[in-house]
């Protein structure tokens, strides 16, 4: 049996193509409602869709289609925040110093000289 900690990590890693189906899944979720509610006569906000739509009040039919919108925005963005703690950066003592500018501008200049002696 492995480690907990290795558990842990193979865990948190293997959960992202998870969250990831699952909020694309919430969207076919919110249109597949309006489908059951129809054919199992069930009242709910895509009975209410559609009725609507038949009757031509405008005004519902925007507030519902904002309200499904809304709806799969927040989950949206709860599955990218989910994502936010494996992309915390690493500790500052485990990455290297950042270059120095006269340090590379030296190296550049050394490359380039030895690349243009090679051409004459």
Known sequence: MPDNGVCVAIFGHALLPVITVSGIVV???LGG????????GV????TALVKAIVEG???VVQNLVLLY???FMVV???VDLS???RRAPEPAEDRL???DPAARRHQLLRVLSVGVRELA
Do not use: M, R, S
């Not at 009242?43 to 895509?46: C, D, K, N, R, V």
């Open 27 to 29: 969207g076919f979720v």
């Open 69 to 71: 919108g809304v709806i």
């Open 83 to 85: 994502y936010a703690p």
């Open 57 to 59: 009040d405008i005004v």
């Open 76 to 78: 949206n963005i709860l």
């Open 33 to 40: 409602a309006v489908a059951v509610e129809l054919a199992f």
């Open 43 to 46: 009242p709910g906000l895509g």
């Open 97 to 99: 110093p950042p270059p």
